[in-house]
């Protein structure tokens, strides 16, 4: 079952990030340290697009946990 569920902690990870950093940016940047105003903004969109690459690789990574 853990094996079958590591495309989905991949998956998981960055979206979780691209929620925090949005969640941050949405509440006056208090959390995340920040080095200009729309920094956590830009987190935000990186994290989704790294989620967004990562869905696209799910199917090879079921492919390799099946070897």
């Known amino acids: ?16 990030q691209t929620v925090r950093f949005l969640a941050d940016y949405i509440n006056g940047d208090t959390y995340y340290k920040i080095k200009y105003p729309e920094h956590n903004l830009v987190r935000t969109k990186a ?11 799910a199917p090879d ?3 390799c946990l099946t070897l």
């Not at 079952?1 to 979780?16: D, Q």
């Open 61 to 63: 990574m079921k492919k």
């Open 47 to 57: 994290q989704w697009r790294l989620f967004e690459k990562a869905e696209e690789k």
């Open 1 to 16: 079952m853990e094996k079958e569920n590591l495309p989905y902690a991949a998956l998981l990870f960055p979206y979780m």
